[in-house]
Antibody
């Protein structure tokens, strides 16, 4: 059974960089059938796609966040990571990592999610 | 970006009821529509993909229909474990976008 686990700081100061890592177990990220991505959910609100990456390094980002995002993958560790810089309170959210079926663009496995709060 | 609008925003129903949730896209998305269920404190689970295909392991009381701009998720006979928030998501064009959610509550 595929499992995804998010790790990283739960509290980030304004203007700093939010960094999260998703560790995948029960399967490999080295498949061209899937990409690996990040989705966030501000408290009490809906879902926002952040971006996705193939293990090869090809990434796609939400244009609304593209100037502040970097997503990377480390196949040797079966992990992928999110960096979001210049954060503000508006970036406070539960951050999920998920597997995306590449062609069909649906998210079929999700990690539990972690609440990241931006506050001084 | 394609805007996805769900209705109603919240819904009260009883165990055994038949329930329908609607999702409307701001432009035609063919059948590129997915539905998710999210329970409190959990990640979303994929229920329906391509508007009407049931994800493996999802009970058959869930069904989806529609194409173009208008879609529905139907639960034929509500069970206690179905009380949750439901989201639609378009996969027609990037960025993929989600509806605001429909909260299904126990009457």
């Amino acid at each position: 059974q595929l499992q995804l686990q998010v790790s990283g700081p739960r509290l980030v100061k304004p203007s700093e960089t939010l960094s999260l890592t998703c560790t995948v177990s029960g399967g490999s990220i080295t498949s061209n059938s899937y990409s690996w991505g990040w989705i966030r959910q501000p408290p009490g609100k809906g879902l926002e796609w952040i971006g996705n990456i193939f293990y090869s390094g090809t990434a796609s980002y939400n244009p609304s966040l593209e100037s502040r995002i970097t997503i990377s993958a480390d196949a040797s560790k079966n992990q992928f990571s999110l960096n979001l810089n210049s954060v503000t309170a508006a970036d406070t959210a539960v951050y999920f990592c998920a597997r995306r079926i590449a062609v069909a663009v649906r998210f079929d496995y999700w990690g539990q999610g972690t609440l990241v709060t931006v506050s001084s | 970006d394609i805007q996805m609008t769900q209705s109603p925003s919240s819904l009260s129903a009883s165990v055994g009821d038949r329930v329908t949730i609607t999702c409307r896209a701001s432009q035609s998305i063919s059948s590129y529509l997915n539905w998710y269920q999210q329970k409190p404190g959990n990640a979303p689970d994929l229920l329906i993909y391509a508007a009407s295909s049931l994800q493996r392991g999802v009970p058959s009381r869930f069904s989806g229909s529609g194409s173009g701009t208008d879609f529905t998720l139907t639960i034929s006979s509500l069970q206690p474990e179905d009380f949750a928030i439901y989201f639609c998501q378009q996969s027609y064009s990037s960025p993929p976008t989600f509806g605001q959610g429909t909260k299904l509550e126990i009457k």
